[in-house]
């Protein structure tokens, strides 16, 4: 198979979402080259249990969708580092927990990338989230009325009464979750400043644009 699902490391968006890094790509050898990632997508890891003995395990209160992201962020913040290793080829079933385009999933990452963003970013770019938030939305708009990206798929089988209802559910348990997330925010390992981090998410980001016109 010659599409890529993820050149073994996640890209992210400034509101705690993360893509493959490569997604949807040819493999034409383009990423044949041991390198230096942000984290790995857990569909294909290899964590060093030193490192989980440092900054815990997933998260279990994420369930699926993003608790990958989650512990990727932890683990930087903490020092440990990352690398995508090509030679290490795994076939995955995109979204086989919740379904690709399903309610499911809907619901799980629009609560868990603000848990993300809330428990691993700055504070300066928490400050910005809702910013973020509304540009991805709109992307996605835009997306729906080109034909382009997830959005435009999941509208063919949701309403827009559907979509509505589904991020308001969202967004109320993520703030339900809110306090159990600070205080795991407190207890965070960290071994770099904010500035430092903020630097190494930059590096590792990708534009609102091109996450909502991906499939």
Partial sequence: KREIDS???LLIYRDGIAKGRGRLETDTGQYDNLKEI????ACCALYRHKMLDDIGHFDSDFFAYCEDTDLGLRARRAGWKALSVPASIVYHCYSGTGGTYSHTKAFLVERNHLWVAWKNFPLTWN???PFYVFLR???QFYGTLS???????FVESYSAKDVIVIVIKAYLAALKGLPSILRKRRLLRRRMSHREFAGILTKHAISAKALALMD
Avoid: D, T
Avoid at 147 to 153: F, T, Y
């Fill in 7 to 9: 050149v073994g490391g």
């Fill in 147 to 153: 034909g382009k990206g997830s959005a435009a798929k």
């Fill in 127 to 129: 400050m910005g989230l």
């Fill in 137 to 139: 939305y709109l992307m």
């Fill in 38 to 41: 942000l984290c790995p997508s």
